[in-house]
């Protein structure tokens, strides 16, 4: 399984009296996740599944505060909100293995998924290296959140079987949570 996102964003950073600043941003993204699915031996008596794509577009609306705190830190906070302008879920049927599960004669079953929202959030401590250094050590917990609405149905249809089959995505989240840790220069 792997992700990867594309994003580009625009924002203005605005200076306020305490030594903080706020940057309003929007941009647009674009979000790729697979989850592969791995053939059983042929002794298996489970099903394995099939390789899955999701493919989102979104606009991410959000806020980047930073503030200097004592001794040399600064602490920053990070708040976003992304509306999905489309999805495109694809499950590689064709890619199944025939034990229990789906035939593999049919073909990639491609539903569209219109409603949906994330959320994204923050909190970066940084520390310069030295007074007069641009280089800092930082570390960033964060949380993300994913609310995809259930997809329009697909068809997917055999050749070899003369049959065809419909499929929907169903409702789902997706939660991740972590910590970065690193060196911006």
Same mark, same amino acid.
Request: glycine fraction near 10%.
């Given at each position: ?10 924002? !203005? ?11 309003? %941003? ?31 577009? %979104? ?7 930073? +503030?200097? @705190? =004592? ?7 990070? @708040?976003?909100?992304? &509306? ?7 499950? $590689? ?13 049919? &073909?990639?079953?491609?539903? !569209? &998924?219109? &409603? *949906? ?8 401590? =940084?520390?310069?290296?030295?007074? $007069?250094?641009?280089? =800092? ?16 149905? *697909? ?7 003369? +049959?065809?089959? #419909? *499929? ?5 989240? #997706? ?11």
């Amino acid at each position: 399984d792997y992700m990867y996102e594309v994003r580009g964003l625009v924002g !203005k950073r605005f200076a306020m009296e305490d030594n903080s600043s706020i940057a309003p %941003y929007l941009g647009l993204g674009w979000r790729y996740l697979n989850d592969g699915a791995e053939a059983l031996p042929a002794d298996a008596t489970t099903y394995s599944g099939y390789n899955r794509e999701s493919r989102y577009l %979104y606009a991410p609306v959000g806020a980047d505060y930073r +503030t200097a @705190l =004592s001794d040399g830190w600064k602490m920053g906070i990070n @708040l976003e909100y992304d &509306q999905l302008i489309e999805g495109k879920q694809k499950s $590689h049927l064709e890619d199944s293995v025939d034990n229990n599960g789906v035939n593999p004669g049919y &073909q990639t079953l491609v539903n !569209k &998924q219109e &409603q *949906g929202f994330g959320l994204r959030g923050s909190l970066r401590f =940084s520390r310069a290296l030295t007074s $007069h250094a641009r280089t =800092s050590l930082f570390i960033e917990p964060f949380y993300r959140y994913w609310k995809i609405r259930k997809s329009e149905i *697909g068809i997917s249809c055999s050749s070899s079987l003369g +049959t065809c089959v #419909t *499929g929907y995505e169903p409702d789902n989240t #997706t939660q991740e949570a972590g910590v970065k840790l690193g060196v911006q220069f």
